[in-house]
């Protein structure tokens, strides 16, 4: 079936310029994540949706960043006034209901901020 | 959030056990403990999840001690394409932000 799907695969974009990326979770799949990776470190973990709702956005690095889902589906991450610093692979996962379940990944979008 | 310690990388050949050992002293009663797996331009896939003793499937095996301290993740007879980088995480249910730290890259030789 399909998994989870991330558009663009790669996005190079200007400094001071704002970018959107998009995630289509698996259907079905109640709970969505996005998380950041830095060229050979771990993920951090930026924000999660439980539906529509975000219950927790401490994790987005800065209020340039902001994230919406709507109809329980499909979520973009905006970063504005991108910064040489928000470059890097931006990761999407779905998972059924709990955060328990197994999380199933996008293979992400890398933004390379010139 | 429970803090994990996993080495850094370790190396094998095709054909061996590889056994990567996490430690989680500060374990709560309810986490849960989950291993995934990475390769290079790609998100991270679910490789196995378990609480206590041991659980297998198809890819691996998962053993969990008493204390459940630490959990080792064993994949039987690796080959060139097991090459990754492998990361522990341990979280209660309703965790939702787990911590993928910097995991054990796991180099497969001929």
């Known amino acids: 079936g399909a998994g989870v799907s991330q558009s663009p695969s790669n996005k190079v974009t200007e400094k001071g310029k704002d970018v959107e990326l998009r995630c289509d979770p698996i259907?079905?799949?109640?709970?969505l994540y996005w998380y950041r990776q830095s060229l050979g470190q771990g993920l951090e973990f930026l924000i999660y949706f439980q539906g529509n709702s975000a219950p927790d956005k401490s994790g987005l690095p800065s209020d340039r960043f902001s994230a919406e889902r709507t109809g329980g589906s499909v979520s973009t991450l905006t970063i504005q006034r991108t910064q040489q610093e928000d470059s890097a692979v931006y990761l999407c996962?779905?998972?059924?209901?709990?955060?328990?379940?197994?999380?199933?990944f996008g293979d992400g979008t890398r933004l390379s901020i010139l | 959030l429970a803090k994990t310690t996993q080495p850094i990388s370790m190396d094998s050949y095709e054909g061996q056990e590889v056994n990567i050992t996490c430690s989680h002293n500060?374990?709560?009663?309810?986490?849960?403990i989950t291993w995934y797996q990475q390769f290079p331009s790609q998100g991270p896939r679910f490789i196995i999840q378990?609480?206590?003793t041991k659980v297998t499937n198809e890819v691996a095996s998962l053993f969990i001690p008493a204390d459940r301290k630490s959990s080792t993740l064993s994949l039987p007879r690796v080959s060139l394409s097991d090459t990754a980088v492998y990361y522990c995480?341990?979280?209660?249910?309703?965790?939702?932000?787990?911590?993928f730290g910097a995991g054990t890259t796991v180099t497969v030789r001929a």
């Open positions: 500060n374990i709560a009663t309810n986490d849960y």
């Open positions: 259907s079905g799949h109640t709970a």
């Open positions: 378990g609480y206590k």
């Open positions: 995480l341990v979280g209660a249910p309703n965790d939702y932000k787990l911590s």
């Open positions: 996962a779905s998972s059924l209901g709990q955060p328990s379940e197994p999380q199933h």
